[in-house]
């Protein structure tokens, strides 16, 4: 991955942290939801970040190299790659929309709607 695309990912990710606790502190004096998203929430996190993880460790075995030196790519095969382009994308929105629902924000939802729509343009 080139230096600038890791160097901008990782701002992002730094902004939007700080903004989400940002807005979790401009919320700690209001009213709790009478909805409670907090178990859901942690299993759509979890479930995204074990998915995530299974298809980014396939997506790692494709890397080999032949005898010559050259890479050889292959079309990844397991997980949900039959059924999905990007099954690690879509892993990974569940795991933000999973953040969203334990924080129960206007801002987390509006980072995992964007992230949402920032990963289907990538796919």
Same mark, same amino acid.
Request: net charge neutral; charged share 10%.
């Given at each position: @991955?080139?230096?600038?695309?890791?160097? %901008?990912?990782?701002?992002?990710?730094?902004? =939007?942290? &700080?903004? @989400?606790?940002?807005?979790?502190?401009?919320?700690?004096?209001?009213?709790?939801? *009478?909805?409670?998203?907090?178990?859901?929430?942690?299993? !759509?996190?979890?479930?995204?970040?074990?998915?995530?993880?299974?298809?980014?460790? #396939?997506?790692?075995?494709?890397? &080999? &190299? $032949?005898?010559?030196?050259? $890479?050889?790519? $292959?079309? *990844? &095969?397991?997980? #949900?790659?039959?059924? =999905?382009?990007?099954? +690690?994308?879509?892993?990974?929105?569940?795991?933000? !929309?999973?953040? /969203? @629902?334990? /924080?129960? %924000? =206007? +801002?987390?939802? /509006?980072?995992?709607?964007? %992230?949402?729509?920032? #990963? /289907?343009?990538?796919?």
């Amino acid at each position: @991955m080139a230096r600038d695309t890791v160097l %901008t990912i990782s701002i992002s990710y730094v902004l =939007v942290a &700080t903004g @989400m606790i940002y807005a979790q502190h401009l919320t700690s004096g209001l009213l709790d939801s *009478p909805l409670d998203l907090l178990y859901p929430g942690v299993l !759509f996190f979890a479930v995204g970040l074990a998915g995530n993880f299974y298809h980014h460790c #396939l997506l790692s075995q494709l890397r &080999t &190299t $032949k005898q010559g030196g050259e $890479k050889a790519y $292959k079309i *990844p &095969t397991g997980g #949900l790659f039959g059924l =999905v382009t990007c099954p +690690h994308y879509l892993f990974e929105i569940v795991g933000f !929309f999973g953040f /969203a @629902m334990i /924080a129960q %924000t =206007v +801002h987390a939802l /509006a980072v995992a709607a964007g %992230t949402a729509a920032y #990963l /289907a343009g990538r796919s």
